[in-house]
Structures are given as structure tokens and as C-alpha cells.
């Protein structure tokens, strides 16, 4: 079993920054996707970053692209998500989760693991 919790969201204005951080426990490895999802209210969870545990492999979709970050700390057992130039539509839960195997999915439904989210806003 995986355990993974969030933190770092907030409120922040248009331009700013955040750093989201999603903390693991249990069974993960290095055969182990992570990746960051997100849901805005009235639409559907959408893929945003993963990155695998064992390897420096990560992926973004194209409207992240160039401004959020994804990154590991094995020491620590935490994935993080560093958005910078955040916009009025990034505003979202995100969601931290897992999946075992080494390929990287943008669908929800290939992921086995998730947190609780964490909200962020971001003001125009």
C-alpha cells in the first residue's frame, strides 16, 4: 500500500509561484510513476507532470509546458511540483499519485494511488 499526501497549495496572484510537495509512504520503488494531476470545478481531473522514481524521465502536458517543474527527492521520499508563471486557469485541486510499473500514463485510470489534494487559486 502507498500513502501519498500533499501540501504547498494556496492562494497566489497571477505570475506568482508555488510549490507543491507530495510526500510518500509505503511501498513505492523505483519501478514507481508519480505524477501530478489536477481538477478545476465542473471539469474533469486532467493530467499535468510525471516523473519516474528510478530515472530522471518526466513528461508535462503541453499547457504546463515551459513554467511547472516536476522533481523527486529519494532521501526524503517527496515529489515535487514547482509552477512559476501561474495563470487564472491553473486554478485547480491538484492531486498527487502513484502507479507501479515504469510507464508514464496521462490517464487517471492507469494510476492506483492518490492523495487527498490540495487546493490552488490563482487571482487575475
Known amino acids: 500500500q502507498v500513502q501519498l499526501v500533499e501540501s504547498g497549495g494556496g492562494l497566489v496572484q497571477a505570475g506568482g509561484s508555488l510549490r507543491l510537495a507530495c510526500a510518500t509512504s509505503?511501498?513505492?520503488?523505483?519501478?514507481?510513476?508519480m505524477g501530478w494531476f489536477r481538477q478545476a470545478p465542473g471539469k474533469e481531473r486532467e493530467f499535468v507532470a510525471a516523473i519516474r522514481w528510478g530515472a530522471l524521465s518526466t513528461y508535462y502536458a503541453d499547457s504546463v509546458k515551459g513554467r511547472f517543474t516536476i522533481s523527486r527527492d529519494n532521501a526524503k521520499n517527496t515529489v515535487y511540483l514547482q509552477m512559476n508563471n501561474l495563470k487564472f486557469e491553473d486554478t485547480a485541486v491538484y492531486y498527487c499519485?502513484?502507479?507501479?510499473?515504469?510507464?508514464?500514463?496521462?490517464?487517471?485510470?492507469?494510476?492506483?494511488?492518490w492523495g487527498q489534494g490540495t487546493q490552488v487559486t490563482v487571482s487575475s
Open positions: 509505503g511501498r513505492t520503488s523505483n519501478n514507481y510513476v
Open positions: 499519485a502513484a502507479r507501479s510499473g515504469p510507464m508514464i500514463y496521462k490517464s487517471t485510470r492507469e494510476y492506483d494511488y
